[in-house]
């Protein structure tokens, strides 16, 4: 009777094949998750900002034509945002502090609400004076919040439908140029220290 073969172990030119290519596809299912949010460096798609129309908190009407020749530093949130907004409009807030007079006078610091059915003219007011003397807060119709979410690509939908619902937003802090287009984009908890050496390296 003959012997039976016992099979050959994979060799390891094999095996570093097969972790190679596991490999491969973690770092690719990675990449296919990375949020597709343009930064500065990649300017070329970075289609943010737009046209709008929304009342200040001092209840005057505005457009993005009013921030023309000033940089804004751009950020959506709710007032009765629990955690997440209060923390980077503080950290807006804090950047800004570090910049010397100059630049701060080419800066303005925007808060847009994506719950305009809540954060009314008087709310808004009462919120933005705990962060910056300069900060600005816009508000209006559902429809005209809806129309800059668009243009700065925002997405901002309620948690649930409970009076005191919460709302699930985007948290990015924009900095625009003098002509309203994208420079660079900060992501939530950044370091105000770094974000203000960041914009103050921007600022022509």
């Not at 990675?30 to 990649?42: G, H, M, R, V, Y």
């Not at 020749?69 to 502090?97: E, H, N, W």
């Not at 925007?110 to 007011?125: G, K, L, S």
């Amino acid at each position: 009777m003959s012997q039976q073969e016992i099979p050959k172990k994979p060799t390891v030119r094999i095996l570093i094949s097969l972790i190679l290519a596991i490999i491969a596809v973690i770092v690719w299912l990675k990449a296919s998750n990375i949020e597709d949010t343009p930064t500065a460096a990649d300017n070329s798609r970075a289609l943010i900002g737009g046209a709008f129309a929304l009342t200040d908190h001092l209840g005057q009407p505005v457009t993005d034509e009013d921030f023309k020749d000033k940089y804004m530093l751009v950020y959506f949130g709710y007032t009765y945002c629990p955690d997440v907004c209060p923390m980077d409009l503080q950290i807006m807030a804090d950047s800004l502090r570090f910049l010397n007079p100059e630049q701060l006078e080419q800066i303005t610091p925007v808060f847009v609400t994506v719950d305009p059915e809540r954060d009314t003219v008087e709310i808004m007011a009462e919120y933005v004076k705990f962060f910056h003397e300069d900060l600005i807060g816009l508000t209006g119709t559902l429809e005209q919040v809806d129309v800059i979410k668009k243009a700065f690509r925002v997405y901002a939908a309620k948690a649930d439908d409970s009076r005191d619902y919460l709302v699930d937003h985007t948290a990015y802090t924009y900095f625009m140029d003098k002509d309203g287009s994208l420079l660079q984009h900060f992501n939530h908890g950044e370091e105000p220290e770094q974000m203000s050496a960041i914009m103050a390296s921007l600022i022509n």
